[in-house]
């Protein structure tokens, strides 16, 4: 079985061709198109090959062109290879599935037009996978195309987990707690099994800290609360996101500043978190070298937003076993993880300051009475993996 996976963003499009063959996948290329809004450069590599980095002239092309251009790109690669008959599905990462969707699903233009009505719920990222998604299905179009979602892991959360405090008609309608990052906090759950079954049999905490942040309690196996809600902007601060926020301060800021609702959605989505509190940047290294008050302070902050959710996700769980870093800060930056750890060491959590600096999978001492890991994430295996499960299950419609 060989399946591609395709993760477009609106500043970055990710692509990773997989073959299954029968016990374990290999990755035979990968993909990655950054800086997509200003100067794009692709990076590309097959198996073990010498990687092919390319700038590339796009400039006055609209979003959607550009799109069209990347996705032509990763179908030559894989025509040249000899490979574009070969191709059993394309997984396309979905942010949000709303209350449509809690499993991956064929694409057709029914599925299609139930995720364009959640385009508003996640601005970042719905409007660009689904964009991808089209151009697939234009590009591919005898290829099963499936989507996979980000708010799949927590369908299942209690009940409490996913109310708001509003009248009930608005829950009837859908305004409810869904939860994201759940292919990550999947496969880092996995990943833990395999190497703590113990501990991931009991209380886990994930922290995907990045650009995007949030973090997920796990109760025997089952996510059982997380940080962001009904959009992706609840919980810890993050890029440009601002996280928790008092929403008199929003109604604030439409009374005296006039707003719109399309001002505010920029504000909240593009100009808060690390970017606005330090006025410097919305990279996490950057902030670290800049060195300056107001980048220690936006350091400082998230910090603190991190521990308070730990407390917070701990106590509807009613304890921990074990903690695990991920994503982009948590898997690279120890400064960060020190400064966690530290906070919460009160728990008994007993960290190695050496093994932190070094990157190790295991921070833990033999003293600590929780686990602490660092276990890196790949959504896009997840992404075949949860493809291949659906094509396997007998259960899939024909196409289009």
């Given amino acids: 079985m060989r399946i591609l996976t395709l993760n477009a963003g609106s500043s970055s499009v990710k692509a990773r061709l997989y073959q299954f063959d029968g016990h374990d996948w290999h990755e035979e290329m990968h993909y990655h198109l950054s800086q997509l809004n200003e100067s794009p450069r692709v990076r590309w590599q097959w198996d073990k090959q010498t990687p092919n980095t390319q700038l590339l002239s796009w400039q006055g092309m609209p979003l959607e062109t550009r799109h069209r251009a990347a996705l032509?790109?990763?179908?030559?690669?894989?025509?040249?290879?000899?490979?574009?008959?070969?191709?059993?599905?394309?997984?396309?990462?979905?942010?949000?599935?709303?209350?449509?969707?809690?499993?991956?699903?064929?694409?057709?233009?029914?599925?299609?037009?139930?995720?364009?009505?959640?385009?508003?719920?996640?601005?970042?990222?719905?409007?660009?996978?689904?964009?991808?998604?089209?151009?697939?299905?234009?590009?591919?179009?005898?290829?099963?195309?499936?989507?996979?979602?980000?708010?799949?892991?927590?369908?299942?959360?209690?009940?409490?987990?996913?109310?708001?405090?509003?009248?009930?008609?608005?829950?009837?309608q859908g305004i409810l707690r869904y939860g994201f990052h759940g292919l990550s906090y999947e496969y880092v759950f996995e990943r833990l099994q395999s190497l703590a079954p113990r501990q991931a049999d009991g209380r886990v905490i994930i922290c995907h800290l990045g650009a995007g942040a949030s973090m997920c309690a796990i109760r025997q196996g089952q996510s059982y609360d997380t940080t962001m809600g009904f959009t992706a902007l609840e919980g810890l601060p993050m890029g440009t996101r601002c996280g928790h926020i008092d929403p008199g301060v929003l109604i604030h800021l439409m009374r005296e500043e006039g707003w719109s609702p399309d001002q505010l959605e920029r504000f909240l989505y593009k100009e808060c978190g690390w970017l606005g509190l330090s006025g410097i940047s919305s990279d996490m290294q950057e902030l670290h070298d800049a060195d300056t008050p107001e980048a220690e302070e936006a350091i400082a902050y998230f910090v603190h937003a991190c521990v308070q959710q730990i407390g917070s996700l701990m106590a509807t769980m009613r304890g921990l076993d074990a903690i695990v870093f991920t994503a982009g800060v948590g898997e690279n930056d120890a400064r960060i993880r020190a400064r966690v750890l530290d906070s919460i060491q009160w728990l008994g959590v007993d960290w190695d300051a050496a093994a932190n600096e070094q990157n190790r999978q295991s921070l833990h001492k033999p003293t600590s009475k929780i686990g602490v890991w660092v276990i890196p994430t790949n959504e896009e295996l997840m992404l075949a993996e949860h493809g291949r499960r659906l094509l396997s299950s007998g259960s899939v419609s024909p196409l289009r």
């Fill in 72 to 172: 032509s790109q990763i179908i030559g690669l894989i025509t040249d290879a000899g490979l574009e008959h070969q191709l059993d599905a394309v997984c396309h990462r979905v942010v949000h599935g709303g209350r449509f969707y809690n499993a991956p699903v064929c694409i057709d233009d029914a599925v299609l037009a139930n995720l364009e009505t959640l385009e508003s719920l996640a601005p970042l990222h719905q409007p660009y996978n689904l964009n991808l998604v089209r151009l697939a299905r234009e590009q591919l179009p005898d290829i099963r195309q499936i989507a996979c979602f980000d708010t799949m892991f927590h369908a299942e959360q209690p009940r409490m987990a996913q109310l708001h405090a509003i009248p009930r008609r608005y829950l009837d």
